[in-house]
């Protein structure tokens, strides 16, 4: 079992000599640690030791074989040593001259290397240039368009930008910040056409006035030359109003002293208006929207208002919101921005209706607005369409027309109502031109002309009153042949007697009659003026006239004639030459409807034609005055009676009438005597009139009840005054009475005195209700009064005191008769 285990141990000691000597130095620390992982490293090292022995053994021998040979290479070699060193010193002095011939080379090709490769590198960065050139040429073109403020060709530069030249360098990294920065060039593109948009909008609002007035002048030229054919048409057609419209002619040449001067267009602008639009925003004119309009020659065209406007902002915006996507978002926003301008401008200010300059603006702001979008609705596609304009245009018109029936309904000047009719015509003649409705504006100024009519009437109102207040309501007196012919030609009055009078002589009427009469014809001319330029026919021109006429007549001057009728201190020569006035101006009624006629070119005789009430106003102021002179003559005679001092207690009578009558009856006549130039019935009435009074007054003095008791000397001298009215009344004051006609009213008083004086009771008793009896005027009630006062005074102051023995039987007596006239009087009433 040992020796098996030596053996083992021998052989395994074997195999690792064998693998010390075949392996690589490096790889034998395994195959040792085997040996020392056993315990008979002892051995190994016996046998190591052994072989080592071995190995130099057999190295001595092979040294001992070769050692000649090493000997002889030894001294080959010693003699080779000598030989390389001579040479590696030529080799090195060669070396070192060859270095230094070499030198210079050695720089040149160092040189030469080094522009080939620059070279190389200049070919490639040329290449790469020729690349990258373009793309940075067009974005400096990009930023120098922006930097302008040229956002479309810029929109249009950054689109080529990046799909055409971004994507050939796009591994370079300025490409890739270009490409970064583009989002944000568009979002700036955008922001600063809008913030031009923004601008544009305001300066549009700012100005729209301006462009406004601009249109509307160019409207207004037209509508002068308009009016200038219209009255050289009138003129061949009337001769008759031939004046009026030559003043007219004049009046507008001579405001507008362009329109005589050369070839015009329609665009020229009416004379008195400024024409400078100023930009007063410091913005460029691009932006701000608006050109500058420096003040033009006479003889200069008035622009267009679309030329002074750059509508470049809206364009860019638009095409550049287009080419983004978003032009919807801009067609929005575009429309809510103007409607937000719209109803500031259609805002009225406060105080508009002060003066006609107030009015103007607000027009001049509402064309401006409509005719930019107008302009805009004709130039873009789409951006506004015909519906968007519509709309504005209703709520403008509606608001509009509530804002002048409000402010103008404040204005009580007739001038300055015509003059905003003719502002508002020319405000619906400059927009109907652009192609907005405008009927409603033309209905509305119907409306307006009845206020128009109705500041006309207070004018008139004013009018007449000063011409009846400082008339002299005298005759007019003319001294000679030029006075005469002004006076006719002023009123329509021929007298063949009064032509043929010698100077002076004088024409019935007062001065009142042609004032009037003219300034009749003057408020037909104001009407006349404000149916201009309305688009009515000839009849609804004739219909507005006559109706407003109409007015004038029936309302204002009969208003006025009545008022100074019934002035309290209106005499009667007034009341006289009133009468003779108004019937001077009821004549003259067929001239004013010539006259109309004249003007309107419609026949009275045709259908519908409204009539002049001018003859009712004149007659029922005439009437009036003939009432109030008749009211006039009995409170004169009131006057008189009241001065009257009757003794009614007086035995015997005065030998003449009372004093007070006698000065009455002298009034009387020298009033009577100016009714001269009345018509006879006027007169006769106003006569027969006071007449009664007079009597109806003298009966109720008699029987007033203050007077208690009566004596026949005062019935005798009553009589008296009674017996000289009716010796007023014979004498005929007022010429045409037939037979006793005026004394009639003098007859209840007559028979009255009669039956006291005469005492024929018998008789009134017997003849009382027959129609032959000789007191039939006596009532039985009156002379019981009378009778009572009378039989009171025999009681008190024995009146009958001559006739002692026969004084019970008057007694008596009159107490019959008052019995007997009670009795009439039961019966009477029974």
Not at 13 to 22: G, Q, Y
Request: one cysteine or more.
């Amino acid at each position: 079992m040992a020796e098996l285990e030596s053996l083992e141990t021998a052989a395994e000691h074997e195999r690792i000599l064998r693998e010390i000597e075949s392996t690589d130095t490096a790889c034998i620390g395994p195959t040792l640690r085997s040996v020392y992982d056993g315990e008979e490293h002892g051995r190994f090292m016996e046998k190591l030791e052994a072989r080592i022995r071995n190995h130099d053994r057999e190295i001595e021998k092979m040294c001992n074989f070769h050692y000649q040979g090493f000997v002889d290479s030894i001294t080959e070699l010693l003699k080779v040593r000598g030989e390389a060193q001579k040479l590696k010193n030529q080799v090195t002095d060669t070396n070192r001259k060859l270095q230094s011939e070499g030198k210079e080379l050695i720089i040149a090709m160092e040189e030469l290397k080094q522009c080939r490769l620059q070279q190389r590198n200049i070919s490639a960065t040329v290449d790469k240039l020729t690349l990258c050139l373009p793309v940075l040429e067009m974005y400096s073109k990009l930023r120098e368009q922006m930097k302008s403020k040229r956002h479309y060709p810029a929109l249009k530069t950054l689109e080529h930008l990046e799909h055409t030249y971004l994507p050939q360098v796009s591994h370079y990294r300025f490409c890739k910040v270009m490409v970064d920065n583009i989002p944000k060039l568009r979002e700036e593109i955008k922001e600063v056409s809008m913030s031009d948009l923004k601008d544009f909008l305001e300066s549009i609002r700012k100005h729209s006035d301006k462009i406004g007035e601009t249109a509307m002048k160019q409207d207004c030229r037209y509508n002068q030359w308009k009016i200038i054919a219209r009255i050289f048409f009138n003129l061949l057609l009337s001769p008759n109003i031939k004046a009026q419209q030559q003043r007219n002619l004049d009046n507008i040449v001579s405001q507008h002293p362009r329109i005589s001067g050369g070839k015009k267009s329609k665009k020229e602008a009416c004379a008195g208006s400024d024409l400078e639009v100023k930009n007063t925003s410091p913005m460029s004119e691009q932006d701000s929207g608006i050109l500058d309009v420096e003040d033009e020659e006479e003889d200069e065209e008035v622009p267009g208002a679309q030329e002074l406007v750059d509508f470049s902002p809206v364009y860019r915006c638009l095409h550049i919101y287009s080419v983004l996507g978003a032009r919807e978002t801009f067609e929005n926003y575009y429309r809510k921005q103007r409607r937000k301008q719209a109803r500031l401008v259609l805002q009225p200010p406060s105080n508009m209706h002060e003066t006609l300059d107030g009015y103007r603006k607000y027009f001049n702001q509402i064309v401006g607005f409509f005719v930019v979008e107008d302009h805009i609705l004709h130039t873009t596609q789409g951006l506004v369409n015909r519906a968007y304009i519509d709309e504005l245009w209703e709520m403008a018109l509606s608001k509009t027309i509530a804002a002048l029936r409000t402010h103008s309904s404040y204005c009580s000047d007739p001038s300055l109502v015509l003059d905003l009719k003719n502002l508002i015509v020319l405000f619906a003649d400059t927009l109907q031109g652009y192609g907005f409705p405008v009927n409603q504006l033309f209905d509305m100024l119907l409306e307006i002309q009845d206020q128009y009519s109705e500041t006309l009437l207070k004018k008139w109102s004013g009018v007449f009153r000063n011409i009846l207040d400082s008339d002299n309501y005298s005759p007019i007196p003319v001294t000679n042949e030029e006075v005469y012919k002004k006076i006719v030609g002023q009123f329509p009055f021929q007298d063949a007697e009064l032509e043929k009078q010698p100077f002076p002589k004088k024409f019935p009427f007062s001065e009142f009659v042609p004032k009037v009469y003219n300034q009749i014809k003057e408020f037909i001319y104001a009407c006349l003026k404000f149916s201009e330029d309305l688009h009515l026919s000839s009849t609804e021109v004739d219909d507005m006239i006559r109706k407003s006429t109409n007015l004038l007549l029936t309302r204002t001057l009969s208003n006025c004639l009545q008022n100074v009728i019934k002035r309290k201190n209106v005499g009667l020569t007034e009341l006289v030459q009133i009468i003779i006035n108004t019937t001077h101006l009821e004549k003259s009624c067929k001239f004013l409807e010539e006259f109309i006629t004249n003007i309107t070119n419609v026949l009275p005789e045709t259908v519908h034609t409204t009539k002049l009430y001018g003859t009712t106003t004149f007659k029922d102021a005439r009437h009036a005055a003939e009432e109030e002179i008749y009211t006039n003559l009995n409170q004169k005679i009131d006057q008189f009676l009241q001065l009257a001092d009757y003794d009614w207690m007086a035995l015997e009578p005065g030998s003449r009438a009372s004093d007070y009558l006698v000065d009455l009856i002298g009034f009387l006549r020298s009033t009577f005597a100016v009714f001269t130039h009345l018509p006879g019935k006027v007169a006769q009435t106003a006569c027969m009139s006071a007449c009664k009074h007079l009597s109806t007054s003298l009966m109720q003095l008699l029987l007033e009840a203050e007077v208690r008791q009566l004596t026949l000397g005062a019935l005798q001298q009553f009589n008296l005054d009674v017996e000289e009215c009716e010796q007023f009344a014979r004498s005929g004051p007022v010429p045409g009475f037939q037979g006793d006609t005026l004394q009639l009213a003098f007859i209840d008083l007559r028979q009255l005195l009669d039956l006291f004086i005469q005492w024929d009771w018998s008789t009134y008793l017997a003849d009382y209700g027959q129609p032959t009896c000789k007191y039939l005027r006596v009532n039985p009630t009156t002379a019981l009064v009378l009778l009572e006062k009378m039989r009171d005074t025999s009681r008190k102051n024995n009146v009958f005191a001559q006739f002692r023995k026969n004084e019970r039987d008057k007694q008596k007596l009159i107490d019959t008769v008052a019995k007997q006239l009670r009795g009439l009087i039961n019966s009477h009433h029974s």
